[in-house]
């Protein structure tokens, strides 16, 4: 009897402890920004309504902090507690993952890391992207690699280079991976002999890759904006943009379905896009132009478009490294310097406007919004937190005593940020 009881305890407390394991991988699923597998989230906008820390020091309401092997400017990627970050280890190419209390999981690492050229860049730029089974990391040497998530055991690498040239940037690759229903798709911007190409995700065999030979100004053939996929007439597509054209790819095998040009009718030289297109429905907004233009173009038709889908452009404003987000219906657009607007997707007018701390500081990070707050992070290592409603107001600036360039992203209820040489996690209450 004795024995009977104790073994039915026994099943009570492992169902017991089953039971809270569950209710927390569940807490873990539920909120959205816990999961965070690629540089602007999973709905590439970088928008939640979790709230998140808005106040806070490098003393003070941080949970935890670690070092990191070498400078990096990438952002973590996040899948259901794990982080996983690119940096140099030893002199190579690597990345890094660790637990929710900071603890270091497992590190890879591949071939020599290439130093940047630009003083705010790095060998590892481009941010990790995660399924929740594998990473896949891009760098400046050229090396786009597989790894698993579960222990960092290395799946496959390939060098992107030997396949389409060496890297004849005029600065350092910038643009992140991201991946298709069975695929990881690059944007190789190298001038005229410029690809987006595609790889498979589990064993690397490249399976398609279209040439981006558009005749533009100088400068304007390069390119460090990130890829989009998402669902376009009934069909998976790749969103490129760079090289003076918008297109959009099947992204079972690369054919291009519909491309839009005009970007730079007055074909001014030293062009480059950097900043990101932000997709909001059937419009597209395009910043430009060294931060002096905001297109706004509609995703209809198919072939050649431009003639038919430019629907406004701004020549005042604009933003040349920060990508915009769209908040409650409305673009908003931090620029490089301190402005921020909120824009109609629909007309390009001025909704309504507000400003940062005035500094020759530029922001490099794109922000995030959490629960109508503005995170805008600028390159001397200073976090600004605004209020979007009903008014724009910051009511945070919080130093943290190192540059900052990796765009910040949500932990749960935390706050990741990377600095060059640490990785921050914001907010002493637990992230679930």
């Given amino acids: 009897m004795i024995v009977r009881m104790e073994l039915r305890a026994r099943r009570v407390l492992l169902l017991a402890l089953w039971a809270g394991a569950l209710c927390g991988a569940l807490a873990w699923g539920r909120d959205e920004n816990v999961r965070w597998p690629r540089w602007r989230g999973p709905n590439d906008n970088a928008v939640v309504d979790t709230p998140l820390p808005v106040s806070w020091s490098p003393t003070s309401n941080i949970a935890w902090r670690v070092s990191l092997p070498g400078v990096g400017a990438s952002t973590p990627a996040v899948w259901d507690g794990r982080i996983v970050l690119t940096a140099p280890i030893e002199g190579r190419d690597g990345v890094l993952s660790f637990d929710a209390d900071g603890r270091e999981l497992w590190r890879a690492t591949f071939g020599p890391a290439r130093p940047p050229k630009h003083r705010a860049a790095s060998s590892c730029n481009p941010s990790p992207v995660t399924d929740g089974r594998m990473v896949w990391v891009y760098y400046k040497s050229g090396t786009l690699a597989a790894v698993s998530l579960e222990d960092g055991r290395v799946r496959w690498i390939v060098n992107v280079e030997e396949t389409f040239g060496r890297d004849e940037l005029v600065w350092d690759v910038g643009t992140s991976p991201v991946l298709t229903s069975n695929a990881v798709v690059l944007s190789v911007m190298n001038g005229p002999k410029s690809y987006v190409a595609a790889w498979d995700r589990d064993g690397g065999r490249l399976l398609w890759s279209v040439p981006r030979a558009y005749p533009c100004a100088y400068e304007a053939d390069q390119g460090y904006t990130t890829p989009m996929v998402f669902e376009w007439t009934g069909r ?57 233009r905001l297109f706004g173009l509609e995703l209809g038709g198919a072939g050649d478009v431009t003639a038919t889908a430019h629907r406004w452009v701004r020549t005042d404003i604009g933003s040349y490294v920060p990508t915009p987000l769209a908040w409650r219906g409305q673009v908003v ?84 940020l990377r600095g060059e040489r640490t990785l921050w996690c914001v907010g002493a209450q637990p992230a679930r």
């Fill in 236 to 292: 998976e597509v790749v969103l490129v943009w760079n090289a003076e054209h918008v297109t959009l790819h099947d992204a079972r095998d690369g054919t291009v379905l519909w491309d839009c040009g005009g970007l730079n009718p007055e074909r001014r030289s030293n062009w480059p896009p950097v900043a990101s297109p932000l997709r909001m429905g059937q419009r597209l907004i395009v910043p430009y132009g060294r931060g002096t």
């Fill in 333 to 416: 657009l931090l620029r490089d310097r301190h402005e921020v607007y909120g824009v109609d997707p629909d007309d390009g007018r001025t909704l309504w406007s507000g400003l940062l701390e005035r500094d020759r500081t530029p922001f490099y990070a794109s922000p995030l919004i959490a629960a109508d707050r503005l995170y805008a992070v600028r390159e001397d290592g200073v976090v600004f937190v605004a209020e979007l409603r009903p008014r724009f107001q910051v009511i945070s600036r919080i130093p943290m005593g190192e540059p900052i360039r990796a765009s910040p992203a949500p932990y749960g209820r935390r706050l990741l």
